[in-house]
């Protein structure tokens, strides 16, 4: 079955700073990669996903890109405010959709 | 906005004790699954269901887990009997699934914060 690591597991930048999350995946078949970002005693939220057939998508402050040779995407924060810290789960989906996630990044935000 | 319901958040019970969960995914959302989050880790899927159908509950532990989706809306996720290392967030999530071309965002309820003693 599908396996996603990600690093790192923890992460301290200063505001304004950009931070990045790395994650791969094990199965060439996965084809959607959504990131979740989950604030202490909340639910996962999604905030940005890409689809296989995609290399780069932006969403304002955060992009997310996809290497599918290399089985690894990775998340982007620019110009971080103490509001993004959280964690954060990135996901890979198959045909079956089922979503197997990552073991989470904690971001702090240091002001 | 519809938000997935789930019930209790929070639950205390004794171990060898039953306990049970709900879950009221957003309507028309044919795809529900149970995930299992202990602190400090990622959600581990327990049970994806296919409207009433069961698609995968591989990493169900089904001597004393069970979940069931009868009509094909609500939830319920059963731990009988509960272990101490039970111990987890239950998170329900549903989305569109099948009904969709594409795999479609995942919706989570609050969740179900389960404590054994």
């Known amino acids: 079955g599908e396996n996603v690591e990600q690093h790192p597991s923890t992460l301290s930048v200063q505001e304004g700073d950009s931070a990045v999350i790395k994650c791969t995946y094990s199965?060439?078949?996965?084809?959607?990669f959504p990131w979740y970002k989950q604030e202490l005693g909340k639910r996962p939220q999604l905030i940005i996903d890409i689809r296989s057939n995609v290399g780069e998508k932006k969403d304002q402050r955060i992009a997310v890109t996809l290497n599918k040779t290399a089985k690894h995407f990775s998340l982007h924060i620019t110009e971080t405010q103490p509001e993004d810290s959280a964690v954060y789960f990135c996901a890979a989906v198959g045909w079956g959709q089922n979503f197997v996630f990552g073991p989470g990044t904690r971001l702090s935000v240091l002001p | 906005e519809a938000e997935v319901a789930q019930s209790p958040r929070y639950k205390i019970t004794e171990k060898s004790q039953a306990v049970a969960f709900w879950c009221d995914p957003i309507?028309?959302?044919?795809?529900l699954y149970w995930y299992r989050q202990i602190l400090g880790q990622g959600p581990e899927l327990l049970v994806q269901f296919q409207d009433e159908s069961v698609v995968d509950d591989s990493q169900l532990p089904k001597d004393r887990f069970s979940a069931e989706r009868l009509k094909g809306v609500d939830s319920t996720l059963k731990i009988q009997p509960a272990e101490l290392g039970d111990s987890a967030m239950y998170l329900c999530?549903?989305?569109?699934?099948?009904?969709?071309?594409?795999?479609?965002?995942?919706?989570f309820g609050e969740g179900s914060r389960l404590t054994v003693l």
């Open positions: 199965d060439s078949a996965s084809n959607y």
């Open positions: 309507s028309g959302h044919a795809t």
């Open positions: 999530a549903s989305s569109l699934g099948a009904r969709t071309e594409n795999t479609g965002e995942l919706f």
